[in-house]
């Protein structure tokens, strides 16, 4: 696989402080690959400078061996906060189409990918609806077709799921997973949830307190079909969260836990009660015609 994606040697200061120092990876093309870290270790700093909203102090970001020096056009974001990411005044439709506009794509075009791109998360029937007529889990949906439709070369999302509730974090996850699949998406993907980043990643790049290093670049080694109760209750999961988990918090010594660790068994309740979820909707919609 050829590197869409090489971050050589990065740094960022902010003033006197390091957020972030000689940090070293590529992302292959296709791959999906996951940032995890404590919080404020420099995540969202790392996801900047390759968004190239802001400059490294140092090093260098390339995206198919072009230098990043200010946002791409084939570069697409999805942020945590879908309520202040989604223009409250225009429709759904609208909000989609917006970056189109930018980049100079005419309205026969723009009609066509936004219609393809709110199929692809399954929110067809939304187009002329407003944001703030939709669920939160819907609104990020529409985030995530904005970006979509923007057909970009990589995907990056900081903390996509992290302001949504369980259940919808669980379709949300599957959601990219089906879409990654059917592009052959490239996506980064920051998170600091430890088991999203193994349920979702090719690979987990595990990131030190601030200033962020990486300290391990894990392949995960599960299935490409995943699964929110079986491939959660799998050996290769549970050891895989155990060891990022374990180069995160430092290993827990005898009688200590790692903190605020769900256990398989509450995982897959968790899941089980998304799963019931999903049958009721489609139970509903089914009844009612
Ligand atoms: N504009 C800024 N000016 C000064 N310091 C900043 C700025 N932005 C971030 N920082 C500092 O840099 C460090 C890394 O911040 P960053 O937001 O990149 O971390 P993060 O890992 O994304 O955090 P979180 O997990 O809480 O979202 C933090 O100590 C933060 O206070």
Redesign the pocket.
């Known amino acids: 696989m050829t590197a869409m994606l090489e971050v050589a040697e990065l740094r960022h200061s902010?003033?006197s402080?390091t957020?972030?120092q000689d940090l070293t990876f590529t992302v292959a093309t296709g791959e999906l690959a996951c940032i995890v870290?404590?919080?404020?270790?420099?995540?969202?700093?790392?996801?900047?400078c390759i968004a190239g909203l802001?400059k490294p102090t140092d090093g260098t970001v390339s995206l198919h061996g072009d230098l990043i020096e200010r946002t791409p056009s084939d570069l697409a974001v999805v942020f945590?906060d879908y309520s202040r990411s989604l223009f409250p005044w225009l429709s759904v439709r609208g909000n989609v189409e917006f970056p189109l506009r930018s980049r100079g794509i005419g309205k026969s075009e723009r009609r066509r990918r936004s219609a393809e791109a709110l199929e692809w998360v399954g929110l067809s029937g939304a187009g002329a609806k407003y944001p703030w007529q939709l669920s939160g889990g819907m609104q990020q949906r529409v985030s995530i077709a904005r970006a979509l439709a923007c057909q970009p070369s990589l995907l990056l999302m900081?903390?996509p799921f992290a302001s949504v509730d369980a259940q919808t974090r669980f379709e949300l996850e599957d959601l990219l997973l089906r879409v990654r699949h059917e592009h052959s998406s490239t996506v980064l993907l920051?998170t600091?949830d430890i088991d999203e980043s193994v349920y979702l990643g090719d690979r987990v790049l595990v990131?030190s307190k601030?200033?962020?290093s990486i300290v391990a670049d894990l392949t995960v080694d599960l299935p490409a079909e995943r699964d929110q109760i079986t491939t959660r209750e799998s050996k290769n999961f549970v050891a895989l969260r155990g060891e990022v988990a374990r180069l995160l918090h430092g290993a827990p010594t005898a009688g200590q836990t790692v903190p605020h660790r769900p256990t398989p068994a509450e995982d897959s309740a968790a899941a089980q009660r998304f799963l019931e979820a999903e049958r009721e909707q489609v139970r509903r919609a089914t009844s009612t015609g």
């Open positions: 902010y003033g402080f957020a972030v870290g404590p919080s404020g270790c420099g995540k969202s700093t790392l996801l900047r802001i945590q900081d903390e920051v600091h990131l601030s200033p962020a």
